[in-house]
């Protein structure tokens, strides 16, 4: 099994940044695509960025394309979520997950980011 903790949420201005971390233990190896979904009050939790084991494949959804950046560091076990310029749109819990050899996926306990306008 993989665990997973988030750090880094908290409370930002409009236009202001914030960076979001995640640690994953357990069975890292097996670690394949880490990424970030977020869940706005009322909404559907949505895949905001993705990140492969190699780092060449990065997907971002559109709203965030060119204000965030997910990175991953150089024991692939720890993935990152750069938030500049943030809107208070963006403002959601935010999910790390880690998906696994055989489609297994584990999931973060949740950080709350709140943008304040």
């Known amino acids: 099994q993989v665990q997973l903790v988030e750090s880094g949420g908290g409370l930002a201005q409009a236009g202001g940044s914030l960076r979001l971390s995640c640690a994953a233990s357990?069975?890292?190896?097996?670690?394949?695509?880490m990424g970030w979904s977020r869940q706005a009050p009322g909404k559907e939790r949505e895949s905001v960025a993705s990140?492969?084991?190699?780092?060449?494949?990065?997907t971002y959804v559109d709203s965030v394309k060119g204000r965030f950046t997910i990175s991953r560091d150089g024991a692939k076990s720890t993935v990152y979520l750069q938030m500049n310029s943030l809107k208070p749109e963006d403002t959601a819990v935010y999910y790390c997950?880690?998906?696994?050899?055989?489609?297994?996926?584990?999931w973060g306990q949740g950080t709350q980011v709140t943008v304040s306008s």
């Open positions: 997950y880690a998906v696994s050899g055989g489609g297994e996926t584990a």
């Open positions: 357990g069975r890292t190896f097996h670690i394949y695509t």
């Open positions: 990140i492969s084991r190699s780092g060449d494949y990065i």
